[in-house]
């Protein structure tokens, strides 16, 4: 069964403290990885995508990268307003395309 | 450009009713996904609609169904709700189903609670 397991499912952080999350998955055919950042009372908002294992994206203080079994993405300094849920998906290859989530990390920043 | 939005915000039914949920995408957007996120299970995808069509489905009963209008807007209704249907529906839409998850955006959901 294809899964997507995400830890820590909690973090928290000083402000300018650095750390990585993972999210470590089991397809059978990964066509990309996307990660999301969720606050509170809103949907999920789009980060990146990745398609192949070496391959890195950055953004402000986030970082992802991809291996062959998981991915992480790195946080670089993180400030309060950094504090969020962050979803990783994978969509996989097949007759039945869809997106499958891991149940996220829950990132909190203190000041 | 308008975001997503979805009706109603927050909704609470009791078990055995049923409820219909609104999505209306993004101008020009053609695909309309449904998920449901609970603290236990996540993000699960229900399904997606594309031209009024169903193109995909998740591993959820039949009392979850939905349909899609020729402009694009999307209903989700579940029938004889139960404990377990508590949860945050979501609807997503992006310009079409061939790749284009890059710009798939989500709404706010609706949070249903059922008593």
């Known amino acids: 069964e294809d899964q997507v397991t995400q830890s820590p499912e909690a973090l928290r952080l000083q402000e300018g403290e650095s750390s990585s999350l993972n999210c470590s998955y089991t397809?059978?055919?990964?066509?990309?990885l996307f990660w999301y950042r969720q606050d509170p009372g809103k949907g999920p908002e789009f980060l990146f995508t990745?398609?192949?294992a070496g391959e890195e994206k950055e953004k402000e203080r986030l970082k992802a990268t991809l291996t062959k079994k998981e991915s992480f993405l790195h946080i670089t300094a993180p400030k309060p307003e950094d504090s969020a849920t962050y979803l990783c998906?994978?969509?996989?290859?097949?007759?039945?395309?869809?997106?499958?989530f891991g149940k996220g990390t829950k990132l909190t920043v203190n000041p | 450009k308008a975001g997503v939005t979805q009706t109603p915000r927050y909704l609470i039914k009791t078990r055995g009713q049923q409820v219909t949920l609104s999505c209306s995408p993004i101008?020009?957007?053609?695909?309309v996904s449904w998920y449901q996120q609970t603290p236990g299970q996540g993000l699960q995808f229900l399904f997606e609609?594309?031209?009024?069509?169903?193109?995909n489905k998740g591993n959820f009963p039949g009392r979850f169904s939905g349909r899609q209008f020729s402009n694009s807007r999307s209903e989700m209704n579940v029938s004889t709700l139960e404990l377990g249907d508590s949860a945050l529906y979501l609807c997503?839409?992006?310009?079409?189903?061939?790749?284009?998850?890059?710009?798939?955006?989500f709404g706010p959901g609706t949070r249903l609670t059922v008593l």
């Open positions: 990745l398609y192949s």
């Open positions: 997503a839409s992006r310009p079409s189903t061939s790749g284009s998850y890059n710009e798939q955006f």
């Open positions: 397809v059978s055919g990964l066509r990309g």
């Open positions: 998906a994978v969509l996989l290859w097949g007759g039945s395309e869809k997106l499958v």
């Open positions: 609609y594309f031209s009024e069509t169903q193109r």
């Open positions: 101008s020009g957007h053609r695909s």
